[in-house]
């Protein structure tokens, strides 16, 4: 593609001018080195700009075609080459106008700025040749100019040979109305691009556009012109944050150590070795400042230079260095004054007579006797920024100079990035200080230094030490995005922070870390971007079984792990594992794919782990891969299929959290895809028990109610009733029992006499549980006794084990509900036998939700007759319900606990109370209206008990407000009761006898003793 080495280059396929350095031609996209294949087409975050001859149109008019040819040449070319010097890539000239892109083929760190830059000086340029070209065109030209950052598909779309590499999307529209709006020599950025390079220009509003197809006016800025002293694009300020230094006590101390000793005399080398971000400057800051207040500066000079993105010119960093504080006189007497007005950039050239070698000896010689002069007055440090883009020479001559002066107050403090090296002193005495990551311990101090400690940082917290990888650069940028995007927000004086689970790169970021990405050979970077299909950790076994060259593997991920894109996990070379070491580079370079390239990939991972799985996966995390991949991939309805299977795994070991994630997800694949209707039912439905049993009953309400619909829609009139059912259930948690019993009611009604025998079971089961709470014992005995007999005949008929596993909950479920009537009827024996027959069932077969219920019944029998026997039940239900994650249930068994405690006078002190608040707690928090009432009245009845009447009060009050709605005589009755014996203590008989009536008045309505109702308060 490019001639031989040596000689003139020239692109191959555009014949443009190509500098050394290039790696592809700016001007047609053509790879310039022998061999290496052209990028692939990718999508990139890049600054596009476009510039436009002023009038034109009028000029070409005007002017004989082959004068403007001639024009449009010089014009072009000098364009072209503005552009190539900063980098950029020409993606074409159309008319008088050039598309020029800073961040492809090729990103960098600071493409905006680059952008800005080079359109500054297009101008200037243009000016000049405008006074050159003025009497042959007639009158003076100028360039408008138009800039804006975002997203682009970059590369050869068509795919074909030829293809000229090229940029597409909404970016490149945008800048062109931007240019259409930009007046003649001037410069108009969007906010976006500002926002990236303020640091370094000053802008002026230029109001807002309107852009087609946008309703929000789009505010545009004026380019002014560079700043004379440029800020720093690091921290977080502007935002009003700051965070004070991390860590680096061991880094600071090297530091100091090595001041010292160059104060005795020992010239010192030290470099700071760190990648971009991890603190380099911060701590060169940090040291200065310790210096400064220990007063140590003062006494020390300081030269400091920083080294540019755009590199140095030969000798330009020991030229910053010296330049200022050297005003070398044309008339020194000493030999070296010509040559070190060179070095230090005051003259262009030197005498053309003296040979390269002699120059070169001359210049070491000339630098010598400059720093030696320099420290005989006062130690030295010079601070050298950034060497990685330094000119090779300066780095030459300091280390040169060094070596000749090993025994001075010189200090040279050298930062860089590990892809360059120490330079190699000889005589001088030379360190080396790693700046590495920080710990996550310490990443969490870092956003706590901007935020202040407080507890609900923690999940922010948690966000950024699993995306930065201990960069504090990441961590402010990915702060400074969070504010960006609205996600923290500043109320007064307070940050709150909104759930943060979506990741996008900080556009600070992306091009820093692309331009790393970008460095890669073109192979080597499509393995990097298969790996980060497998995601932010990944198998070498899987991405050799995805791999477009499988061969090249090892040899490659080696490669990765030195350049620190990934890090090995784990010792076992044929189970290797390996990790991004930053989660922003997994995002980045998963981001740079192309959709329709990761869907493909995402298909070919599917295939090769249920290859790897077999048929019929049985692990988790199989399934949740298996999930993942498909549901990104074309086939999204085999996705859903494999997320449903591993909420089904989640919930089947009571991990609710994961099975609801994983059965929202399936929701989300399922609503793009057609045909996954019968799929969303299960998944809606599942998903609603799950969100039922935690205790987000709106959520659970709303999926219900879609398969309600869906099923009556389909005519399925089972699940139409078992979804009737759970719906009941949900209301009656809410303290809404009338419309619980019209939803089974209903249910059973829609079943008919001959549909599926458990869900009559279900319904049957749930009336009588109904009745038993609305004081209806007889009733609730005949529900339930046809419940058990519906239930008995099915697990005798059934064969597949999920239904035989149903109808036995059934069953235990209804001796449950028996048991609690033979209770309310006064036949404790039979009751407890019920109910321990109950537990033995669901016990045997592992029916946990059903052994909580029997629990808790137990636990309640046995609270005034064996208090101890009771606390043991409840302790049992209790580690039961929180293994299944039922917190309805553990509030009852605390407030049951809350009974036994208080029944054993000396517990009742130390943990009745706390129980029966824990009670109180759940059930507020839950909105569980059907119970609170039950842990108020036990914490009214032990303020009673220890004299405290106020409280007691206050307790039974609020309790028989809410039994009073819900009308359970087991409710009332001891809320009349109670409020009765604390008039009778007040000496108010009169509120006293009327409680009492009332009492009475529910245990005959409900038809028990008043007995029953004391002994055994709450059953359910
Ligand atoms: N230990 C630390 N504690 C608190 N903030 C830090 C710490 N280290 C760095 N920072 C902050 O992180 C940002 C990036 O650090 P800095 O600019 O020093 O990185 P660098 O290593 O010099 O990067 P580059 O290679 O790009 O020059 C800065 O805003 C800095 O103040
Ligand atoms: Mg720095």
């Known amino acids: 593609m ?26 047609c996209g053509a790879a310039r080195r022998p061999g290496q294949a052209a990028p692939e087409a990718d999508r990139r975050q890049v600054t596009v700009l476009f510039a436009d001859l002023s009038g034109f149109t009028a000029l070409s008019e005007r002017l004989d075609a082959e004068r403007v040819r001639a024009f449009q040449n010089v014009l072009f070319e000098t364009l072209a080459q503005t552009i190539t010097r900063y980098d950029g890539f020409v993606e074409k000239f159309v008319g008088d106008a050039v598309l020029a892109v800073f961040g492809a083929p090729v990103a960098h760190e600071d493409d905006p700025a680059r952008a800005c830059d080079a359109a500054l000086e297009m101008l200037e340029r243009v000016a000049a040749l405008s006074r050159e070209w003025a009497v042959r065109l007639g009158q003076p030209v100028t360039l408008h100019v138009g ?6 598909v970059a590369g050869s779309l068509g795919g074909a040979a030829g293809d000229a590499y090229a940029v597409t999307g909404d970016t490149v529209n945008t800048t062109s109305r931007l240019l259409t709006a930009a007046t003649p020599g001037t410069i108009l950025t969007s906010e976006a691009t500002r926002g990236l390079a303020q640091h370094r220009f000053a802008f002026e509003s230029a109001g807002e556009l309107m852009l087609r197809g946008k309703t929000e006016p789009f505010v545009v800025h004026r380019l002014v012109g560079a700043l004379a002293e440029p800020g720093s694009s690091r921290g977080l300020a502007a935002l009003g944050l700051a965070a004070p230094l991390v860590g680096r006590t061991d880094e600071l101390d090297q530091l100091l150590s090595a001041f010292e000793r160059m104060e ?13 971000g991890t603190g380099k400057s911060r701590l060169i800051a940090e040291f200065l400042a310790r210096l400064d207040a220990d007063g140590r500066l003062a006494r020390t000079a300081v030269r400091r230079a920083a080294c540019s993105s755009l590199g140095e010119p030969t000798y330009g960093v020991f030229g910053a260095l010296f330049r200022e504080a050297y005003q070398v006189e044309p008339a020194d007497p000493t030999a070296i004054a010509p040559v070190l007005s060179y070095v230090l950039g005051l003259e262009g050239e030197v005498h053309p007579d003296i040979e390269p070698e002699q120059l070169q000896r001359q210049i070491v010689l000339a630098a010598r006797a400059l720093v030696e002069r320099r420290v005989e007055r006062e130690p030295l440090l010079l601070l050298v920024e950034d060497r990685h883009w330094a000119d090779i020479a300066s780095v030459d001559l300091l ?22 090296t120490p330079p190699l002193v000889t005589r001088a005495a030379q360190s080396v200080i790693r700046v590495a990551p920080l710990s996550t311990d310490e990443t969490r101090a870092l956003v706590a230094g901007f935020f202040g400690a407080s507890a609900d940082l923690e999940p922010l917290q948690d966000f950024i030490a699993g995306r930065s990888g201990g960069n504090p650069l990441f961590v402010e940028e990915i702060v400074r995005s969070l504010v960006g995007r609205g996600v923290l927000q500043r109320e007064g004086g307070r940050w709150s922070c909104a759930t943060v689970s979506e990741a996008v790169v900080p556009p600070t970021l992306h091009g820093l870390l692309l331009s790393r990405v970008d460095g890669l050979p ?8 298969e790996a980060a299909v497998l995601g932010a950790t990944f198998d070498g076994a899987l991405l050799r079984a995805v791999a477009t060259e499988p061969g090249a593997i090892d040899a490659e991920l080696a490669r990765f792990a030195e350049a620190d894109f990934v890090q090995p996990l784990g010792q076992w070379p044929e189970r290797a594992r390996y990790r991004f070491t930053h989660g922003l580079v997994h995002e980045v370079v998963y981001q740079n794919l192309l959709l329709s390239r990761r869907t493909e990939l995402h298909e070919r991972v599917g295939r090769a782990l249920e290859q790897a799985a077999g048929p019929r996966p049985e692990r988790l995390s199989d399934l949740e891969a298996l999930g993942h991949h498909w549901s990104l991939s074309a086939d999204k309805l085999r996705g859903a299929r494999y997320l449903v299977a591993a909420g089904d795994w989640a919930r089947a070991v009571y991990a609710n959290d994961d099975a609801i994630r994983h059965y929202d997800r399936a929701l989300q694949t399922l609503a793009e895809c057609p045909g996954g209707g019968g799929d969303a039912r299960t998944a809606h439905e599942r998903l609603a028990d799950l969100l039922g049993l935690t205790g987000r009953r709106a959520e659970a309400l709303a999926h219900y109610e879609a398969v309600r619909k869906d099923s009556e829609r389909d005519g399925d009139r089972v699940a139409a009733a078992r979804v009737q059912r759970k719906i009941g259930g949900l209301y009656w948690e809410a303290g809404d029992r009338e419309r619980a019993g019209a939803c089974f009611t209903s249910g059973l009604e829609l079943l008919g006499e001959h549909d599926d025998p458990i869900e009559r079971a279900h319904l049957f089961q749930e009336m009588g549980r109904l009745a038993f709470r609305a004081g209806d014992n007889a009733g609730a005995i005949t529900w339930a006794e046809r419940a058990l007999a519906e239930a008995t005949h099915e697990e005798e008929a059934a064969t597949e084990p999920e239904r035989v596993r149903e109808a036995t909950t059934m069953r235990a479920q209804a001796y449950n509900t028996l048991g609690v009537a033979l209770a309310r009827t006064g036949r404790l024996t039979e009751a407890v036998e019920q109910i321990e027959r109950s537990i033995g069932l669901a016990e045997t077969r592992d029916l946990l939700q059903a052994a909580c219920r029997g629990y808790t019944n137990l636990g309640v029998l046995f609270s005034s007759l064996d208090p101890r026997r009771s606390i043991e039940t409840c302790l049992r239900g209790l580690e039961t319900a929180k293994k299944v994650g039922d917190l309805g249930f553990q509030s009852r068994l605390y407030a049951n606990l809350a009974v036994a405690y208080c029944a054993l006078t000396d517990r009742c002190e130390a943990e009745g109370i706390e129980a029966a608040q824990t009670a109180i707690d759940l059930d507020r928090r839950l909105g569980l209206l059907d119970h609170l009432a039950v842990p108020l009245i036990v914490l009214g009845q032990i303020h009673q008990c220890h004299g405290e009447h106020r409280e007691a009060f206050a307790m039974y009050e609020e309790a028989l407000g809410l039994a009073e709605q819900i009308g359970e005589p087991q409710l009332l009755f001891p809320c009349y009761d109670g409020l009765a014996t604390l008039y009778l203590d007040a000496g108010n008989t009169g509120q006293a ?11 005959a309505r409900a038809g028990v003793e008043p007995d029953a109702l004391m002994v055994l308060p709450f059953l359910c």
């Open 399 to 420: 280390r040169q100079v060094v070596d000749q002066l090993p025994d001075r107050p010189l200090m040279v403090l050298l930062s860089h990035r590990p892809d360059t």
């Open 522 to 529: 073109v192979a080597a970077r499509r393995l990097l971007q």
């Open 264 to 276: 005795r005399g020992r010239t010192q080398v030290v470099s700071l070795v760190g990648e971009a």
């Open 993 to 1003: 006898e009327a409680y009492l009536t009332k009492a009475q008045e529910v245990c």
């Open 2 to 27: 490019a001639e031989a080495e040596g000689a003139a280059l020239t692109c191959s396929g555009c014949g443009l001018a190509l500098e050394p350095d290039f790696a592809f031609c700016p001007r």
């Open 147 to 152: 800039i804006h950052t975002g997203p682009v």
